[in-house]
């Protein structure tokens, strides 16, 4: 017995096959944001100051980089998944969801990709 209706057996419309891959990284990401972020806000706590010389220089050490790095970019692919359920829940016009979707995709490239340059940057030096 089929859930489906007869139009949309004919029309062939149906799942996308792509929902579960969708929902599995946004959990997944979710999960490794929590040590991540945790991580970071007692590293950035325990600096005897927030100035920006004690900031750099934590900054430039490998381990701090590195998880700080990985933390931008996770950021980043969740921020993205969860902005694409939003438009494709609530944009409905063909030519609007997709240029929404280009846009955001080109925003948070964008700007994931300032952040992880800037990281790299302070990093390896000028």
Do not use: C, N
């Not at 209706?5 to 792509?18: E, F, H, I, N, T």
């Not at 829940?89 to 979707?101: E, I, R, S």
């Not at 964008?110 to 992880?116: C, K, S």
């Amino acid at each position: 017995m089929s859930l489906r209706s007869p139009m949309g057996r004919v029309l062939g419309m149906g799942s996308a096959k792509d929902g579960t891959g969708h929902w599995w990284a946004q959990r997944v990401t979710s999960v490794a944001l929590v040590p991540l972020t945790l991580w970071f806000l007692v590293a950035l706590l325990t600096l005897p100051a927030l100035d920006y010389v004690t900031v750099k220089s934590w900054l430039a050490l490998p381990l701090s980089s590195f998880l700080t790095f990985l933390m931008l970019a996770v950021s980043a692919y969740h921020s993205y998944l969860g902005t694409t359920v939003i438009v494709e829940d609530y944009v409905h016009t063909a030519g609007l969801k997709v240029a929404t979707l280009l846009l955001l995709r080109f925003l948070h490239v964008l700007v994931a990709g300032a952040g992880l340059f800037a990281i790299l940057r302070i990093a390896f030096g000028p």
